[in-house]
């Protein structure tokens, strides 16, 4: 999650910011290696409270382009959280990594 056309600076700035790039408006506190704020990205159809690194998302979310809602941690490895995913027709608590995944969940699909 980029800044392009933000009103935070790269140095951090706090503030109020559109970014063209990823379609994402809200409120942020952003530098080069990541953002912290509350955000609505029309683009992924995401609404959320977010830490945005490098490596990884830390955060609370709706997403309803891919049907999911729920906590989660993700790193580049892979994933740790609750979530309920009316696309994929999963229903669970997961701890998901590059090796696979453990958890207890029902897939419909």
């Known amino acids: 999650m980029g800044v392009t056309g933000c009103l935070c600076s790269v140095n951090g700035v706090f503030g109020v910011y559109l970014n063209r790039v990823d379609e994402e408006l809200g409120v942020c506190l952003g530098s080069v290696d990541g953002e912290i704020g509350v955000w609505l990205n029309s683009v992924e159809g995401e609404i959320g409270v977010w830490l945005n690194s490098v490596e990884g998302e830390i955060g609370v979310w709706l997403n309803s382009v891919e049907g999911e ?3 989660w941690l993700n790193s580049v490895d892979g994933e740790i ?3 309920l ?3 994929e027709g999963e229903i669970g608590v997961w701890l998901n990594s590059v090796e696979g995944e453990i958890g207890v969940w029902l897939n419909s699909v």
Do not use: T, Y
């Open 85 to 87: 995913s009316s696309v």
């Open 81 to 83: 959280g609750m979530w």
């Open 69 to 71: 809602i729920g906590l």
